[in-house]
């Protein structure tokens, strides 16, 4: 009545062992470390590289622990913080603007338990730490990126009104509008107050209007260009595949980009600070002769051009400044090969108002050249700039130029995030180490442990040799519990800690339930090994229904909460996973061994 087949009980021990083995490296804690990692594709990770590093340390006289090497770059451990600090100057000076050198943390568990998989759980900024961010929004560069748009506005509404126009201009902040005579002076300035909703609309001779936008206007758009930015970091740290980002406004134009228990710190700055947005541009074929390039080089660039030289091959162009699209009009991007050539590529699709644009576009220009520009913290390189052969309808445009395919990956990853409505700047920059969270972890494994012991002391006192075996089906829990976390990879924060230490209390529950039910059937006159039956198979539905209630209330919570509580919400479903088994299985097992083998059974110590 009361034995288990020797499977289930074969199938317990497996699973408490390996709940131990993907446990242990939680207990090893982390060292601190810096991260070098290639800043393009031209350079590699090579032994070379690990060997300049190892010198460079050598000879700056920096202590370090080991240096590794993996597909994301060279890692070196170091004894403390203050030598991490020195050892990312010293290298940063020694290998130039050719690598990113960031502040990291390593585990520091045997290699042989990452062979199989056993990580430690990430932690949180509020526990270990992790990337702090500081962004810098400018106003003034998205301000004239607008008004660069406004600029197309203002000339197509006016043709598909049938308005002839002398040329659009900009002075400061607003766009001067000029017309041949005074009639189609009004019936533009008629029209533009129709269409540009956004602007005001002056006269300022017979001949010319001034449009600006409003001031209502201005606030709106730099509130949407701050949220857009806002929203495509977090498409890009979704991209990094981030658990628990903090991504939230700070004043007027600051953005506070936290990454918690983040691991390859260099690859999250290489992504959120680079600001790259998309834009096409038509090349000035009439200064396309070596006379006119010549002198642009010198610095005599026309009006109305930028000089570019092409970042693939060097070659000096001169682009109109006039924008046809920018990145605001991709819907999607993604990495692949030329069907033609098979080098790697960057496949687009534009968004209905970017296809029509583009169709009409290409329409126009069929045999000059287009120019497709990457632009990123300010500076812009031309990726390719092909001859349009014919017009190119349905908004698919595939972008090529000599790059790798991790050029590819990382400028399709850029895109597809979202265009940033306005350039961005990292302005302060901070990992935050273990010394932080010190008091937090340890507070909350305090509130874990002592709550723990207060439960075993009285399941033992009430429940005695079956409280007993609850504390330990308790403890198993709580090792399962931290398994399915470190196994997951997941981010553990306070409101974490706070799940645990509910579900300690929550798992108890299903047992006291159990041991009750025991004390009742015995009061009745049943034998133990019928009351031990009969408490397991009679509590069942009732544990089964106040787990199933809790876990809905922790789906709800995942589903409508965000940051810490999603991270509480998946501690707790996970926690009431747990303690099914544990309370049920686990218990059971452990009274099955020690009263089951006994034919008859006098009495029960509960």
Known sequence: MNRYPRWKYITILVALLLGLLYSVPNFFGEVPAVQVSPANSVVQIDQALMQKVEDSLKGQSIPFQGIVSDPTGVKVRLPDADTQLKAKDALQRALGDNYTVALNLLSASPEWLASVGALPMYLGLDLRGGVHF??????????????????NDVRNALREAKVPLAGVSREGQS????????????????????????????????????CAPTLQALKAFQQSALQQNILTLRNRVNEL??????????????????????????????????????EIRMVDEDHADAQSLQAAARGLVPPGDDFYQSGRDGEPLLIKKQIILTGENISNAS??????????????????????????????????????????????????????????????VQITGRMSVKDANDVALLLRAGALAAPMEIIE?????????????????HSVLWGFVAIAVFMSIYYRTVGLFSTLALAANVLFLVALLSLMQATLTLPGIAAIALTVGMAIDANVLINERIREELRAGQTPH?????????AFGTILDSNVTNFIAGVALFAYGTGPVRGFAVVLCLGILTSMFSAILVSRALVNLTYGRRRRLEHLAI
């Open 429 to 445: 920059e901070r990992t935050i180490g273990p010394s932080l969270g010190a008091e937090n972890i340890a507070k909350g494994v």
């Open 175 to 210: 766009l001067v509008v000029k017309f041949r005579d005074a009639d189609t002076r009004a019936q533009g300035a008629e029209e533009l107050r129709k269409s540009l909703r956004d602007m005001t609309v002056t006269q300022l001779d017979d001949t010319r209007l001034s």
């Open 241 to 278: 595949g981030v658990a628990e980002p903090i991504i939230q406004q700070q004043g007027v134009d600051r953005v506070v980009v936290q990454l918690p228990g983040v691991q390859d710190t260099a690859k999250a700055k290489d992504i959120l600070g680079r600001t790259a947005s998309l």
């Open 134 to 151: 500081l962004m810098q929004v400018d106003m003034k560069a998205a301000l004239n990126k607008q008004l660069d748009r406004q600029t």
């Open 530 to 538: 019928a009351a031990i039956h009969a408490g397991y198979e009679r």
């Open 335 to 396: 990495a692949g090969f030329d069907g033609r050539t098979n080098e790697p590529a960057v496949h687009i699709n534009l968004d209905t108002r970017g296809a029509r644009i583009f169709s009409q576009v290409t329409r126009d220009s069929v045999g000059k050249r287009m120019a497709i520009l990457l632009i990123e913290k300010g500076k812009g390189e031309v990726v390719t700039a092909p001859v349009i052969r014919q017009q190119i309808d349905g908004g698919q």
